[in-house]
């Protein structure tokens, strides 16, 4: 993480093509169990005939529409979205979990992926929680693996043909965090400083993109004497899919300029430092102890296409100047920029300016 602010700012394409899951990716998902049969669709849930405006609970509206479906269709819908959230959390029991039911479904047309969200309530004591159905995207499913085995969070999914189901990550927006947290005086604001550093970090050593405020969360532990602080992505589609290298630095997005200045306030050069370097030798164990699922994922990415040519020049490019490494500009594909990226990271550590 740079110890200065960055003037120029990173712009997002527009509209990110949805690449599809080719056959040796879809085996590497089923050896692993990341594919399964459901009994609902993405395709099935674009049946509904009426939407409505959704407000969050303070009555502002949002990205959402609550999306309504003909009456002969709602109970078998249900009940097959009910069977997929037992797939998430129970393996397919749903022995123990008769008592929920779908309370509301919601659909964001915002982004790529075009979500549903599902919100199953439980009818015992009403409480709730959501997962989402959206299309099968293979540079997301990247990013998705790359997360689960490289960074401190398990994530939970599953694939079907050209359905995505993922399971909710709980915490506080990041662009909410911002507004409403960060100028806060029980803040802990070395924790919350070291944890954007290391977070900055894990984006860029796994080539995640777009990590604007709205795309990640922080989640707040409290310990027994203060509190500590975990920044999650919940956004995944941009995995190796920009041509410039800053895209997969959340210190260069406009929208987190309020908590880099936060963070170069708290922090010295020095103590920077010393957190990139935490946080790579963890990733760094994390892939040797997972070195042949990692080897299995990074050959199915150098096979396949998760970006447009000028996009992989660019970023071979400009990683060849950032490591010094001329090896780069024999990379012909997002997957052998990645394996060359992480092999320059993690096996010989280089601070990122």
Same mark, same amino acid.
């Given at each position: ?199 900055? /970090? =894990?984006?860029? +050593? %796994?080539? @995640?993109? $777009? ?5 990640? !969360?922080? #989640? ?69 102890? /997972? =070195?042949?699922? +990692? %080897?299995? @994922?990074? $050959? ?5 296409? !998760?970006? #447009? ?45």
């Amino acid at each position: 993480m740079a110890p200065q602010m960055e003037q120029s700012y990173n712009h997002i394409s527009r509209k990110k093509p949805i690449f599809k899951v080719n056959d040796q990716l879809r085996t590497y998902l089923r050896k692993h169990g990341r594919e399964v049969t459901i009994p609902v669709s993405y395709d099935d849930l674009l049946s509904y005939t009426e939407s409505l405006p959704h407000k969050d609970k303070n009555n502002n509206y949002t990205l959402w529409e609550s999306v309504i479906y003909p009456q002969s269709d709602i109970e078998n819908l249900y009940a097959g979205l009910c069977q997929i959230y037992s797939l998430l959390k129970t393996d397919g029991n749903l022995s123990v979990m008769e008592h929920l039911t779908v309370k509301r479904i919601d659909y964001c047309s915002f982004g790529n992926s075009n979500p549903f969200r599902i919100c199953i309530v439980n009818k015992f004591n009403d409480n709730y929680d959501y997962f989402y159905v959206k299309q099968a995207d293979a540079s997301r499913i990247y990013g998705l693996e790359l997360e689960h085995i490289l960074s401190p969070n398990r994530i939970n999914y599953l694939v079907r043909n050209h359905t995505l189901i993922e399971e909710h990550i709980a915490g506080i927006p990041g662009d909410a965090f911002i507004r409403y947290n960060l100028s806060s005086d029980t803040l802990n604001r070395v924790r919350i400083a070291k944890e954007f550093v290391k977070f900055n /970090e =894990r984006c860029f +050593v %796994k080539l @995640l993109g $777009d990590m604007r405020s709205y795309n990640y !969360v922080i #989640d707040i532990t409290p310990d027994f004497e203060d509190e500590q602080y975990r920044i999650r992505a919940i956004d995944f589609d941009q995995t190796c899919y920009e041509g410039k290298k800053t895209m997969y630095l959340p210190q260069f997005f406009k929208e987190n300029n309020p908590i880099v200045k936060f963070c170069t306030e708290t922090l010295n050069p020095e103590t920077v430092n010393q957190y990139q370097y935490e946080e790579r030798t963890l990733i760094g164990k994390r892939l040797y102890g /997972e =070195r042949y699922r +990692v %080897k299995e @994922l990074l $050959d199915c990415l150098c096979h396949d296409k !998760v970006s #447009d040519k000028e996009k992989v020049e660019q970023l071979r490019k400009e990683l060849s100047v950032h490591h010094s490494n001329y090896k780069f500009n024999r990379c012909h594909s997002m997957g052998h920029i990645l394996k060359l990226h992480l092999k320059c990271l993690l096996w010989k550590p280089k601070l990122i300016n």
